[in-house]
């Protein structure tokens, strides 16, 4: 079994800061790309970053410029700083993790934080 653990949501005021932290436990072998993705009421899941256990970092375009996403792949954590929040950041966010395991590769989520920014 695998398991994600999302941390750090809250409510923050617009123009504030939050950093999110999403660690992965359980047995497996290795995580390939790990990202951030967020689902506000009504709409659907969409991707904010995405980070690669090479390095490679993807970003929305809402989120580039305010957002950074970082990771360390000897903790098995993600992380995600976010600067600038604005209302429409108000979301549920959910850490996602492509995990090889003995059985095969398969995808993981969290159980989601929610990240609410008032106005």
């Known amino acids: 079994q695998v398991q994600l653990v999302e941390s750090g949501g809250g409510l923050v005021q617009a123009g504030g800061s939050l950093s999110l932290s999403c660690a992965a436990s359980g047995r497996f072998l290795r995580i390939d790309v790990m990202g951030w993705y967020r689902q506000a009421p009504g709409k659907q899941r969409e991707l904010v970053a995405t980070?690669?256990?090479?390095?490679?970092?993807n970003y929305a375009d809402s989120a580039k410029g305010r957002f950074t996403i970082s990771r360390d792949n000897a903790k098995n954590t993600l992380y995600l700083q976010m600067n600038s929040l604005k209302p429409e950041d108000t979301a549920v966010y959910y850490c996602?993790?492509?995990?090889?395991?003995?059985?095969?590769?398969?995808?993981?989520w969290g159980q989601g934080t929610q990240v609410t920014v008032s106005s």
């Open positions: 980070f690669t256990r090479g390095g490679n970092t």
């Open positions: 996602k993790g492509s995990v090889t395991a003995a059985y095969g590769v398969l995808d993981y």
